[in-house]
């Protein structure tokens, strides 16, 4: 249930909290208009539909990517385990396959850009190769680094997604004119509802589309990072895990 509930944060309190305030001073001052409010539709609804078609491709992109690294380095292993290597150099490689697979997701699941750790991991597996080139026949070996290359370019990719985000600008101007939404909407409700009928329905409209809006754009947070397991959209690393069950 807690998953659910992870559309809910600080902004959707701030939304609310002037859900709740914007009519009160409307009513109070009376202020009434009526507006066409295609204008704020195209300011809200517009951008916010761009920026989660974006995350969505994204995270599309993410499981391509994620497929063909899991793909390849499971290739290179299977070529070390039916390689003519001895049995402490075959485990050698394995070990440093699996390690690379781990390094890769460990990066991924956290916020850091620093993949030093990760590089690491890649030089001290074409060091083994150099190392012990005399043990891996040259036919294996090319198609090792055939294969190795496809890892490398679908980890850049995964890293390069993990980096960058949704335009950063136009997801701040969404949200400001969300922040803004009840005090353009407010007195056009109170327009067409008229003052004869209850106030709560203003509240209770106003509150409505700003909780809607407020989630559409956690529920796009949440998905242009698909890697740290926290919404229902995230992607499952243990699938593409090489060592899975």
């Known amino acids: ?26 009513y109070q001052f009376k202020v009434v208009y009526n507006i066409d409010l295609t204008l704020m539709s195209i300011a809200i609804i517009f951008p916010l539909v761009f920026t989660i078609r974006g995350a969505f491709r994204r995270r599309e992109k993410a499981l391509e990517h994620l ?6 380095l499971k290739t290179v292993e299977n070529f070390f385990q039916h390689s003519k290597m001895e049995d402490s150099l075959r485990k050698e490689s394995i070990r440093l396959v699996h390690e690379i697979n781990d390094k890769l997701f460990s990066h991924l699941s956290t916020k850091s850009e620093d993949t030093s750790i990760f590089d690491a991991k890649i030089n001290e597996f074409f060091g083994f190769i150099d190392k012990n080139k005399e043990s891996i026949s ?48 407010t007195p056009t409700i109170i327009n067409k509802i008229g003052y004869d009928n ?4 203003t509240f209770f409209i106003v509150a409505l589309s700003e909780f809607i809006l407020i989630s559409l754009y956690n529920i796009q947070d949440q998905m242009e990072y698909p890697f740290d397991d926290e919404g229902l959209d995230d992607i499952k690393f243990n699938l593409f895990k090489i060592d899975r069950k």
Request: charged content about 15%; hydrophobic content about 50%.
């Open 1 to 26: 249930m807690s998953r659910y509930l992870i559309i809910i944060n600080f902004r959707t309190a701030i939304t609310m909290a002037l859900s709740l305030f914007v009519p009160v001073i409307a």
């Open 67 to 72: 497929s063909r690294f899991r793909a390849s």
């Open 138 to 185: 040259g036919g294996t070996q090319g198609k090792i680094f055939r294969f190795f290359k496809d890892i490398i370019e679908s980890s850049d990719n995964l890293i390069a997604i993990h980096s960058h985000r949704t335009p950063v600008s136009l997801k701040a101007y969404c949200l400001i004119f969300i922040y803004i939404f009840p005090v353009i909407y």
């Open 198 to 201: 209850p106030s709560w329905l």
